[in-house]
DNA sequence: GAGTGAATACTCGAGGTGAA
DNA sequence: TTCACCTCGAGTATTCACTC
């Protein structure tokens, strides 16, 4: 049948030949906002080749916030009560949120808005907020839904930095990559093993210090500019190849060491540096 | 009690809208 | 333009009533 994006498979040259038609009825999205029909392409397309990111786990510090989340909540809940992780995973993304914001001044996190706005209220009033997953101090309309846990948990399972069903737990490799690289930092000031901010994650309601102070300074650093050399190896092999059990059967690998070549050379991605992929493909006899 | 199927709830991954 | 919040459809899991 005719689809949105037809695909023609040229074995003998080793390419694929996309090619738009209109639109059959049958595979619409039914109700969709997506009026082009971009989901279809991205679905045919896109998701043959990145078998693990979505179009909203655009930040690898919001998958350093998860593994650093998830390790200590579960620390926190060492019976597996599943709820009060969650909810102790709720206030290490806020405690996150205020790190950036007041020591970074970064922005494009979940929940910038808020944290941004209490953070001068704060100022002006003492110097501390308070952090819990009650709904009133979450830094989203629902933070569980709308922040990391709802947005980067399934993307982090396709990647092998989330063990597969309930209640979200990392998985033993993640874990160790967490103690190994993250906690020391944060133990320098959260006391050996960041027992202190466990505990505190582990409350039902925090008070917590946003002028400068070394605990502060310590969950801000592992938002540190620029990746360790250990960081850059296992982001580099969970989220840009795809993980262990990498969907795309090694398809993601080969268009990730392609691109990564061509955008080495070129600032942005535009319709020349487009077609060198698709050229680059083709040499490297990628069929379908 | 076991098996089946419908109804319901939940999760995930998309894009749209409106306020700032 | 960015951000937060929302809707929507598809897929999956769970619950429950019904039949044998």
Redesign the pocket.
């Known amino acids: 049948m005719a689809t949105a994006v037809t695909k023609r498979a040229t074995r003998g040259t080793g390419g694929m030949t996309f090619f738009l038609s209109a639109m059959d009825p049958r595979a619409?999205?039914?109700?969709?906002?997506?009026?082009?029909g971009?989901?279809g392409?991205?679905?045919a397309a896109?998701?043959p080749l990145i078998g693990?990111?979505?179009?909203?786990?655009s930040s690898l510090r919001g998958f350093t916030t998860l593994l650093v989340g998830l390790r200590l909540a579960a620390q926190t809940a060492a019976d597996d009560a599943a709820d009060s992780a969650a909810n102790a995973f709720l206030v290490w993304e806020q405690m996150v949120g205020y790190a950036r914001h007041v020591v970074h001044e970064h922005?494009?996190?979940?929940?910038?808005?808020?944290?941004?706005a209490r953070t001068a209220a704060a100022k002006a009033d003492g110097g501390r907020v308070r952090l819990s997953a009650h709904s009133g101090e979450?830094?989203?309309?629902?933070?569980r839904?709308?922040g990391l846990?709802?947005?980067?948990?399934?993307?982090a399972?396709?990647s092998g930095l989330v063990r597969p069903g309930?209640p979200?737990r990392l998985t033993p490799e993640a874990a160790a990559f967490v103690d190994d690289v993250y906690m020391p930092r944060l133990a320098q000031a959260w006391g050996r093993e960041a027992r202190d901010l466990v505990r505190a994650l582990g409350q039902d309601s925090v008070s917590f210090d946003v002028r400068p102070n070394q605990r502060l300074a310590a969950v801000a650093s592992l938002f540190d500019a620029g990746l360790g050399a250990a960081e850059a190896r296992f982001y580099q092999r969970h989220l840009v190849q795809g993980g262990p059990s990498d969907p795309t059967s090694g398809r993601q690998v080969r268009f990730a060491a392609i691109l990564g070549a061509r955008l080495a050379e070129s600032e942005q991605l535009s319709q020349a540096v487009i077609a060198q992929l698709a050229a680059d493909a083709d040499e490297g006899g990628w069929g379908t």
């Open positions: 619409k999205v039914k109700g969709s906002r997506d009026g082009l971009a989901q392409v991205w679905a896109g998701r693990n990111l979505t179009t909203v786990t922005r494009g996190f979940f929940g910038y808005q808020r944290v941004a979450q830094i989203l309309g629902n933070q839904t709308d846990l709802g947005n980067y948990t399934a993307p399972r396709v309930f979200v």
